[in-house]
């Protein structure tokens, strides 16, 4: 296997309602964590629900960053992918979680890699005999 990156997936609890469903300061927060986490901010995309909750998607050098805020239930849904070693996304979650006022939080560290597997030999590989 190897390693191209980690995604972690950040879930907030006990947010401001307040702090949840603005815009403005969910997308400066996403782009302060992702800076925070020494990633190279690209461009966003976001959206302001009706009658209140907002996602924001960050495009990173390193792949990206987003959240999903539920404010009626305090509720925050996060995501940080970063390909390689250098950015750390666990800071980016450690930044959203105190940004939002988070009473707690749970993070769940995914390590993604490439399967490096050895192509078959001719005799078990049927599309062999196409070539």
């Known amino acids: 296997m190897t390693s191209v990156g980690t995604h972690c997936i950040l ?8 702090l949840l469903n603005d ?17 190279t901010w690209l461009g966003e995309v976001s959206h302001a629900f009706s009658p209140q909750g907002v996602t924001a998607l960050g495009l ?9 805020t ?6 925050a849904a996060c995501d940080v992918f970063t390909c390689g070693d250098v950015a ?3 800071h980016a979650c450690e930044y959203l ?10 993070l769940l560290r995914v390590k993604r890699a490439v399967e490096v597997e050895h ?13």
Do not use: Q
């Open 60 to 68: 990173l050098s390193e792949s990206h960053i987003s959240i999903h």
């Open 23 to 39: 815009h403005d300061f969910i997308k400066r927060t996403l782009r302060e964590a992702a800076e925070d986490a020494g990633a």
């Open 119 to 131: 192509p078959p030999a001719p005799e078990e590989n049927p599309l062999a005999a196409l070539n």
């Open 11 to 18: 879930e907030l609890y006990g947010c401001p309602f307040d």
């Open 70 to 75: 539920w404010p009626e239930d305090g509720y």
């Open 88 to 90: 750390m996304p666990e």
């Open 97 to 106: 979680a105190r940004a939002f006022g988070s009473t707690h939080h749970k």
